[in-house]
């Protein structure tokens, strides 16, 4: 469901800021929410994301130098940022959203996919920023399947997801797992993907919610630590799995049945890290399970497992917070809503619920009110539908 506003938007800013050009197209690249398997992905365990139709429009037209330029409409102010594909390509601060493209132009080229010209770029999203939606992955997406069409890379949209995550990792520093580039390259409209993210083997699920609707609610949260907890919450689940390696014959903490775990969970003697490996496995088995009551019809044990998801992401995992608990622990209260917990990496960012229709005024009123009478600022509510990958629109 492509917004024709958004893409008029991007289209004219392009001829605003570069001039007229006839070969400019125009792109879109989702967002993504996470219905259940949290902080599993680089634990070789199970995720549940699906794409959104809210995402990243994008206009680009190739040069006939080596000049790379980017604008964003959304920040404006930041103005165009010009690079040259002659130059070594690296992160900088003063680059700011533009590491993002940058990255995964530097990512194929790693693969030896050179681009022979250079491009202009426009972007224009309407996912709420830094709100756990993936942004990022979607712009990295993006780029990525804007590079494929104006060079002719022979890359498939899982390979989009796996440069995408690779310049994440390693041009800006976020050791991020694979769940996030693959929901945005890899979705499918009304369905969700259930992706195991020890060999990439996945099945698309359908979403059926008769009478009921998914709702983001964005904590907005303006300060997020997100890149070093994050990469610490890994560290920390890379030496549990070291440590358990040595007396087991697994590849990653998604390998261990929840009975394998209570078996041998005393050999991580130091108790929160105890708590951060129990959290991986709990919670892909729990993902697990979701996809099975899902498939058959039991929405409320679907629900009860996002409350559990939450639960452990707050007590064991701690990745959550005041703002975040807030709005999950609110909505339980509420009658109607089937499930709420925190999705994506945490520590701000949104929460997803899944309401009926009847109870969703309710629910956005009085989890609203409850929030800003406790944290002393607005949530914003949205009703997200499950849209597909990036196109050419
Ligand atoms: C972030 C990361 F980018 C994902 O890879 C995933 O680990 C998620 O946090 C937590 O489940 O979105």
């Not at 083997?201 to 983001?216: C, N, Q, T, W």
Request: net charge negative.
């Amino acid at each position: 469901m492509i917004d024709q506003e958004m893409k008029k938007a991007v289209l004219d800013s392009f001829e605003k800021v570069y001039g007229k050009n006839e070969n400019v197209k125009a792109y879109f690249a989702p967002g993504r929410v996470n219905l259940i398997g949290e902080h599993t992905d680089y634990n070789g365990g199970h995720v549940f994301p699906c794409a959104l139709t809210i995402g990243t429009y994008g206009a680009a037209a190739k040069r006939n130098d080596k000049k790379v330029r980017f604008y964003s409409v959304n920040q404006e102010k930041f103005g165009v940022y010009e690079a040259n594909l002659e130059d070594a390509l690296n992160p900088s601060e003063a680059a700011g959203w533009v590491n993002y493209p940058l990255g995964v132009i530097w990512a194929f080229e790693k693969r030896g996919m050179k681009l022979d010209a250079g491009f202009d770029m426009v972007i224009y999203g309407n996912i709420p920023n830094g709100s756990g939606l993936s942004s990022s992955a979607s712009l990295e997406v993006l780029t990525g399947f804007i590079l494929r069409d104006l060079y002719g890379f022979d890359v498939t949209n899982q390979d989009l997801a796996l440069i995408g995550q690779y310049s994440e990792n390693n041009f800006n520093g976020c050791n991020c797992g694979i769940m996030d580039q693959f929901a945005v390259a890899m979705g499918k409209e009304n369905n969700a993907i259930f992706l195991d993210t020890a060999d990439l083997s996945f099945e698309y699920a359908p979403i059926k919610l008769d009478g009921a609707k998914i709702i983001v609610a964005n904590t907005n949260k303006k300060h997020k630590l997100t890149d070093s907890q994050y990469n610490a919450r890994r560290s920390m689940c890379e030496e549990a799995l070291s440590i358990l390696q040595k007396k087991l014959d697994i590849k990653g903490l998604g390998d261990l049945s929840i009975e394998e775990f209570e078996a041998n969970k005393g050999l991580l003697t130091d108790p929160d890290m105890q708590k951060k490996a129990k959290h991986a496995v709990y919670e892909n088995q729990r993902t697990i399970e979701a996809v099975k009551v899902l498939k058959d019809g039991d929405i409320a044990r679907f629900g009860e497992l996002m409350r559990q998801s939450h639960e452990s992401l707050r007590d064991d995992y701690d990745v959550t917070g005041v703002e975040l608990d807030t709005l999950a622990e609110e909505a339980w209260k509420i009658p109607g809503v089937i499930g709420s917990r925190m999705t994506g990496g945490g520590f701000g960012g949104c929460t997803v619920s899944i309401v009926k229709d009847e109870a969703i005024e309710n629910f956005k009123k009085t989890v609203g009110e409850n929030y800003l009478k406790k944290i002393g600022y607005e949530a914003t509510f949205y009703t997200v539908e499950i849209g597909a990958g990036p196109e050419v629109i």
